[in-house]
């Protein structure tokens, strides 16, 4: 079929399969140019379809030829209807590694219940015996418990007062003001929920209870910070409480893993454009111009780059450097000092009008049906697509 992009609001209801193996392909393309990773051997990755969990398994599988098993949840394809982008890019990944005879299973299903990690602890046994390195990249907006069975909805609203400031509509590319309520009632404590660190710090202990974790084992969990633009909305909004839990479970995680000399450590991370990242209000401005100001002084980066740089500057090291609040930084380029002076200079004169020009709002556009498989150089759009792909290693 002829797979055209069909947008609502911030998701984009088709994915191009032969876009999204592209930009697969493109990323091995860029793991192998940098060369080896003396990094772990034997990886599961939560959250494994997408955005940074891809990249992770990506980095993994073709950077230290890792066996990887991916968990993530995606929607297959039926005839006529595609299946969402985490498929095909999963199916891409899965069929270059087996090529390369690198072993590539994944399990597709909720990663918040017993059920999907039973499966895993299973297939880790059968298979690889132990595992060295395990991401925890998963980013939902909703929750069932696995033990009260609560479904817990994470919210993306500031705390204490509402908040008001310029967002972009990146589609009709329009710049205008948006208010966004207080958090009320439960708010903080299901974003916590969904987004903190306890579904990390229960897979990490049911793979411990089965012996599942080799001696020197790692796990690295994703967290953003951001600048005080978007504070209000984000690191001290309703997911910014969720990422202090996430963060303070590290240690929790640490100290669990003492006889084993495991460490756990949070990675934060740049902002880029994800489907979760475009849910965000304000996050798509701050991209735009971001992205902009980073590409001018040429440190801009993909999750791929990002990752490559987490393993091979900072997590395989002898030492792995932290922050004074025990954290692994690659947001650093983000962050420097005039880097974010000059976003902050361009975000006051952002208009409508002039919000092409001063900012990378077609980048933003571009990367954002790239995620889904569109817009990929190289892909010749008007040929027929197989929607019906299988994952080669899905269990
Ligand atoms: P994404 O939306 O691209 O990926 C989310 C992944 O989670 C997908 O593989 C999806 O299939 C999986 N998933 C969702 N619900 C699931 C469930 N119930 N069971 C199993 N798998 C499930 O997200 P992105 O942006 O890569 O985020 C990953 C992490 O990185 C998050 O913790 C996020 O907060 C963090 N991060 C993101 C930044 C950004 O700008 N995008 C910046 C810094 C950190």
């Not at 994915?15 to 772990?40: F, M, R, T, W």
């Not at 602890?121 to 395990?134: F, H, N, S, T, V």
């Not at 609560?150 to 208010?179: A, M, Q």
């Not at 690191?235 to 756990?264: M, S, V, Y």
Request: negative net charge.
């Amino acid at each position: 079929m002829i797979i055209e992009p069909r947008t609502r609001g911030f998701i984009c209801i088709t994915s191009h399969p032969k876009g999204c193996e592209k930009n697969v392909l493109d990323q091995i393309d860029y793991i192998k140019s940098k060369g080896k990773i003396e990094g772990a051997k034997k990886v599961l990755v939560i959250g494994a379809s997408t955005g940074f969990g891809i990249a992770s398994r990506i980095a993994s599988a073709f950077g230290s030829e890792a066996s990887t098993i991916g968990v993530y949840f995606e929607k297959p394809p039926a005839e006529g209807k595609t299946a969402s982008s985490g498929w095909y890019n999963t199916a891409a990944l899965e069929t270059a590694a087996h090529k390369e005879g690198i072993y590539a299973k994944s399990i597709n299903g909720d990663a918040f219940s017993n059920e999907v990690k039973q499966q895993t602890i299973d297939l880790i046994k059968e298979d690889l015996g132990q595992i060295d390195l395990l991401i925890y990249s998963l980013a939902s907006p909703v929750r069932t418990h696995p033990t009260t069975g609560v479904r817990h909805k994470s919210t993306l609203k500031p705390i204490g007062g509402s908040y008001t400031n310029k967002t972009v509509d990146f589609h009709t590319g329009e710049v205008k003001e948006i208010t966004i309520e207080p958090s009320t009632g439960d708010d903080i404590e299901n974003t916590v929920a969904v987004m903190g660190g306890e579904d990390w710090d229960m897979w990490v202990n049911a793979l411990m209870k089965e012996n599942l974790l080799s001696s020197d084992f790692k796990t690295v969990a994703y967290s953003y910070i951001g600048p005080k633009l978007t504070e209000a909305v984000y690191r001290k909004g309703t997911i910014g409480q969720a990422k202090e839990h996430l963060e303070k479970t590290a240690f929790t995680i640490t100290d669990a893993l003492k006889a084993i000399n495991g460490k756990a450590y949070v990675s934060v991370n740049k902002a880029l454009v994800t489907q979760s990242s475009s849910a965000i209000p304000v996050i798509p401005l701050y991209i735009s111009l971001l992205y902009k100001v980073m590409k001018e002084n040429d440190v801009h980066e993909g999750c791929i780059e990002q990752i490559h740089r987490l393993y091979a500057e900072r997590l395989f090291l002898n030492e792995t450097p932290l922050d004074s609040k025990g954290r692994i930084r690659i947001d650093d380029w983000e962050m420097r000092d005039d880097i974010q002076e000059k976003v902050a200079a361009l975000w006051k004169e952002a208009t409508t009008e002039s919000l092409p020009t001063i900012g990378d709002l077609e980048g933003y556009k571009t990367e954002f049906f790239n995620l889904f498989g569109f817009h990929c150089d190289g892909v010749d759009y008007d040929l027929d697509a197989n929607e019906m792909v299988e994952i080669p290693g899905l269990q």
